[in-house]
């Protein structure tokens, strides 16, 4: 079995234009991430030839308030012409929006049983709007004890567990492997758990968020379970070049690449 492996955009290339980054990582022969549309021409994206596996799929609002879930639900639907229009199947959502640095403009300290029931239900509409529109959402799990303090549903096992609540084929998990490394470990265990309900898998190297290889974490043997546990879809590099761009690509392709 093998995987789609996709870039981020956002985190390679760096001394490139945007443009020229996903230019670039097309060439590679990869597929492209984006994060924030807003800042971006589909038009041009549409034109470089690319496949786009995923983006950010809102621009604000929370899973827990009636004002914030309104705003997620309404920024997503605006979200999705723009996926269209580069032929984008999946969009990104977070357990709350997340403002400069990745701190949640909603912090909160303590998650209630009140808050997983609102949190169902503003995902269950969520999921509504994507059978509709013919696109998948997933729900990234974020580590909070280095990158996004505060925020809520952040563990990969509290994503896992909304996205099995709401049964849908239009809202799965992004399995962050290096947001659940930094908060959970055991990455082998959740990858068996989670595979039936993930919609798409990042990595990036724990500690200091680089391409596979650089940390601790050994890749070549989370590729081989994520095949046997029957997953191939897309795995995304979300991590900064450790040095040269197209020498991480390469790093993360040879681990990624399961005989």
Known sequence: MSFTLAVCSEMVHLD?????????????????????????????????GARFT???????????????????????????????????????????????????????EVVTGDMWL??????????????????????????????????????????????????????????????AQIGEGNLVELVRRAVPYVGEVQVADVPGRREPGTGEVRWSYVARELAEAGYGGVVAMEAWASGDSDVALERFREAFTVA
């Open 118 to 179: 609102a949190a169902l239900r503003t995902l269950e509409r969520v999921a509504a709007l994507a059978e509709r529109e013919g696109v998948t959402y997933v729900l990234e799990n974020l580590n909070t004890e280095v990158d996004h303090p505060g925020t809520p549903f952040g563990r990969a096992a509290d994503t896992l567990a909304l996205v099995r609540a709401v049964g849908s084929d239009h809202l799965k998990m992004n399995l962050d492997l290096y947001h």
């Open 16 to 48: 490139l234009p945007h443009l020229e980054r996903v230019r670039a990582i097309h060439d590679a022969g990869f597929a492209v991430e984006i994060w924030d549309w807003t800042d971006k021409d589909a038009e041009q994206l549409a034109g470089t």
């Open 54 to 108: 995923s983006m950010t799929g809102y621009l604000s609002g929370d899973l827990v308030t009636r004002d914030g879930a309104d705003d997620l639900l309404r920024t997503a639907e605006a979200s999705i012409p723009f996926a269209h229009a580069i032929g984008c199947p999946t969009l990104n959502i977070h357990g709350t929006g997340l403002g400069d640095g990745g701190i949640p403009v909603r912090p909160v």
